[in-house]
């Protein structure tokens, strides 16, 4: 890399850690706790690149960003903060950071994305627009975990993009909700939101019609999957014959289209019309980080909406964090709204969940059951599902290296984590040969890394 980088930063840690790295990698380093100074810097023509945090002793560094725009257009701007929610990402994105990591952050991550910035600067050095207005905090959406933060900067990024979204998860995850937040923290807030069934497509004039109701603005298929192949194929001619102004079609699934394309049950083009740009909402037993966040989240908002203010005990709240959520985000939370309208006391004890949960659909704990059952049970029930949701028809062909793959894939990546990626080390955990782990990871295409979280 080869430019002059100001990082604004009131962890000397990080600072520290920035200076040393970006020195080695070819730039010089200007490092200060203080946006004021961060500022003097950007007015007398310092820097070729900014890194700033968000909360900073004499200010937000996202309020900053449109006064380093007016004073420097075309001057990029990385954001790293620990404020970590889908807002920082939103308004950085408003804000026309150049990028934007969330707190703990991957260094080497960082350094490619300041390289890149420094060479779009090189390439483009064009002006770049102004921020946008300012919007509520207020967003349904929460979460920390490293799975959430790439689905926030990836909703940052095709906020404004004019590509169709597709958005896929299990029932539950929250995937009308982001196609909502999409809307409304775009270009098009003021434009109508529409969310489209077969009946708006029906007769000569459906489509024109849903086209009339949007008006440029955004139009949501729900669970397109469920389509029939008659509205499937309306679908299709109306995306073909948008008129001006064309509006924003986004759609979303919980089944798995690719299935369904290969049994004939949905359409091959519309699938490529719609999934311009795919976001996979993780089931909330994949990120349980988030749900004690979320749990508390449901609290306050049921005490916004009048209910008697609860707090959970600490047994109570283990008790809801290994819980595997079957029903996702929807399910916690109205499993939270019960127990705050059925628990007795201010503080909702792991008696009150369990009488609540011994209600919810049977499933097992996200810690494993109780009564020890081992791996190849938990094995054996997810391979019995598999089967159970082919209706009696045999899986395709191929079972066998299709179940070693996914079960090795994440062994093999969890055993590297867990090392450091040493491969020497992971190949004496897993109890296998180099060479053989060698060839795993090129075979089934793992990454491997060496990775350093900054606090």
Same mark, same amino acid.
């Given at each position: 890399?080869?430019?002059?980088?100001?990082?604004?930063?009131?962890?000397?840690?990080?600072?520290?850690?920035?200076?040393?790295?970006?020195? @080695?990698?070819?730039?010089?380093?200007?490092?200060?706790?203080?946006?004021?100074?961060?500022?003097?810097?950007?007015?007398?023509?310092?820097?070729?690149?900014?890194?700033?945090?968000?909360?900073?002793?004499?200010?937000?560094?996202?309020?900053?960003?449109?006064?380093?725009?007016?004073?420097?257009?075309?001057?990029?701007?990385?954001?790293?903060?620990?404020?970590?929610?889908?807002?920082?990402?939103?308004?950085?994105?408003?804000?026309?950071?150049?990028?934007?990591?969330?707190?703990?952050?991957?260094?080497?991550?960082?350094?490619?994305?300041?390289?890149? &910035?420094?060479?779009?600067?090189?390439?483009?050095?064009?002006?770049?627009?102004?921020?946008?207005?300012?919007?509520?905090?207020?967003?349904?959406?929460?979460?920390?975990?490293?799975?959430?933060?790439?689905?926030?900067?990836?909703?940052?990024?095709?906020?404004?993009?004019?590509?169709?979204?597709?958005?896929?998860?299990?029932?539950?995850?929250?995937?009308?909700?982001? &196609?909502?937040?999409?809307?409304?923290?775009?270009?098009?807030?003021?434009?109508?939101?529409?969310?489209?069934?077969?009946?708006?497509?029906?007769?000569?004039?459906?489509?024109?019609?849903?086209?009339?109701?949007?008006?440029?603005?955004?139009?949501?298929?729900?669970?397109?999957?469920?389509?029939?192949?008659?509205?499937?194929?309306?679908?299709?001619?109306?995306?073909?014959?948008?008129?001006?102004?064309?509006?924003?079609?986004?759609?979303?699934?919980?089944?798995?289209?690719?299935?369904?394309?290969?049994?004939?049950?949905?359409?091959?083009?519309?699938?490529?019309?719609?999934?311009?740009?795919?976001?996979?909402?993780?089931?909330?037993?994949?990120?349980?980080?988030?749900?004690?966040?979320?749990?508390?989240?449901?609290?306050?908002?049921?005490?916004?909406?009048?209910?008697?203010?609860?707090?959970?005990?600490?047994?109570?709240?283990?008790?809801?964090?290994?819980?595997?959520?079957?029903?996702?985000?929807?399910?916690?939370?109205?499993?939270?709204?019960?127990?705050?309208?059925?628990?007795?006391?201010?503080?909702?004890?792991?008696?009150?969940?369990?009488?609540?949960?011994?209600?919810?659909?049977?499933?097992?704990?996200?810690?494993?059951?109780?009564?020890?059952?081992?791996?190849?049970?938990?094995?054996?029930?997810?391979?019995?599902?598999?089967?159970?949701?082919?209706?009696?028809?045999?899986?395709?062909?191929?079972?066998?290296?299709?179940?070693?793959?996914?079960?090795?894939?994440?062994?093999?990546?969890?055993?590297?984590? &867990?090392?450091?990626?040493?491969?020497?080390?992971?190949?004496?955990?897993?109890?296998?040969?180099?060479?053989?782990?060698?060839?795993?990871?090129?075979?089934?295409?793992?990454?491997?890394?060496?990775? @350093?979280?900054?606090?």
């Amino acid at each position: 890399m080869d430019g002059t980088i100001l990082v604004a930063d009131d962890d000397r840690t990080i600072r520290t850690v920035l200076t040393q790295a970006l020195t @080695r990698a070819g730039c010089k380093v200007h490092a200060t706790s203080s946006l004021m100074t961060l500022m003097r810097w950007v007015e007398e023509g310092k820097g070729d690149l900014v890194i700033s945090d968000v909360i900073m002793p004499d200010g937000n560094g996202l309020e900053t960003l449109p006064k380093i725009t007016a004073e420097r257009p075309g001057l990029p701007v990385i954001v790293i903060s620990a404020q970590n929610t889908i807002m920082t990402a939103i308004q950085a994105a408003e804000a026309d950071a150049f990028d934007y990591l969330p707190k703990p952050f991957d260094l080497p991550d960082l350094m490619k994305r300041a390289s890149r &910035a420094l060479e779009v600067k090189r390439r483009a050095p064009t002006p770049r627009p102004g921020a946008s207005e300012e919007h509520s905090d207020e967003l349904p959406l929460v979460g920390r975990t490293p799975a959430m933060q790439a689905l926030y900067r990836l909703v940052a990024r095709v906020m404004n993009t004019e590509l169709p979204v597709m958005i896929t998860g299990e029932s539950g995850t929250g995937k009308s909700l982001i &196609a909502r937040a999409i809307h409304d923290f775009s270009d098009r807030r003021t434009m109508p939101f529409v969310v489209a069934s077969s009946s708006d497509l029906t007769g000569v004039d459906g489509p024109a019609n849903l086209l009339a109701r949007a008006r440029g603005g955004s139009i949501l298929f729900d669970e397109v999957g469920d389509l029939d192949a008659d509205t499937q194929a309306r679908i299709v001619r109306m995306l073909d014959t948008f008129g001006d102004p064309a509006p924003r079609i986004m759609a979303t699934s919980q089944n798995d289209l690719s299935d369904q394309i290969e049994d004939g049950a949905f359409r091959q083009d519309l699938f490529y019309r719609l999934s311009g740009v795919v976001i996979a909402v993780p089931a909330l037993r994949d990120r349980v980080d988030d749900i004690p966040l979320l749990a508390e989240h449901f609290l306050v908002r049921a005490e916004r909406e009048g209910a008697p203010m609860r707090r959970f005990s600490d047994p109570a709240m283990d008790m809801i964090r290994s819980y595997s959520w079957p029903g996702n985000v929807r399910q916690l939370g109205n499993t939270v709204r019960r127990l705050v309208v059925t628990s007795p006391e201010d503080e909702i004890s792991k008696a009150d969940v369990d009488h609540v949960l011994g209600n919810q659909p049977a499933m097992e704990p996200l810690g494993g059951r109780p009564d020890g059952d081992k791996l190849s049970a938990s094995v054996g029930a997810h391979l019995r599902r598999y089967f159970d949701l082919h209706g009696g028809v045999l899986p395709p062909p191929g079972l066998y290296q299709r179940i070693l793959r996914e079960v090795e894939t994440p062994l093999i990546e969890i055993a590297l984590d &867990a090392t450091g990626g040493n491969q020497a080390k992971c190949a004496d955990l897993l109890g296998i040969n180099r060479n053989t782990l060698r060839k795993k990871i090129t075979e089934l295409d793992i990454r491997v890394t060496r990775r @350093r979280k900054l606090m």
